[in-house]
């Protein structure tokens, strides 16, 4: 069963991202929990997104289309990331997310992916 760990942090926190001195020291306990999840054989595929400010908001009414550059949503955490694991139930998606390396005002979401259709 697949399901999406949704990565959301704070701005601070995607400062802390940009600045050289400390990147290494924030992404080294991610490294070792993609290697945790890449041993174990759950792991599917993931990303870490750029800045929010990177964001384009595409968005249709009728025939017509809005661009927006930035982030949709002003809110305090924006999406930073994403990884998807396949595990046998809910429970064992739960454990590997209570092992995931936190920040201050970091929040992750769990959601298990929406199966292909069967023809």
């Known amino acids: 069963m697949n399901f999406s760990i949704v ?18 020291a924030l992404f080294a306990p991610l ?8 041993d174990a054989g759950v792991f599917v595929g993931g990303a870490g997104l750029e ?6 908001v595409l968005s249709q009414s009728g025939n017509a289309w809005k661009v927006q550059d930035g982030p949709f949503a002003d809110t305090k ?14 429970a064992s998606a739960l454990e ?3 092992r995931f390396p936190m920040l201050p005002g970091r929040k992750l979401e769990l959601r298990a992916n ?5 023809e």
């Open 7 to 24: 990565i959301h942090d704070t701005a601070e926190a995607f400062a802390r991202r940009e600045d050289p001195a400390q990147r290494l």
């Open 96 to 98: 590997w997310v209570r």
């Open 114 to 118: 929406l199966a292909p259709p069967q």
């Open 77 to 90: 955490e924006q999406l930073a990331g994403l990884i998807i694991i396949d595990v046998p139930d809910r």
């Open 31 to 38: 490294g070792a929990y993609l290697k945790a999840l890449s």
């Open 51 to 56: 800045a929010p400010a990177t964001a384009t």
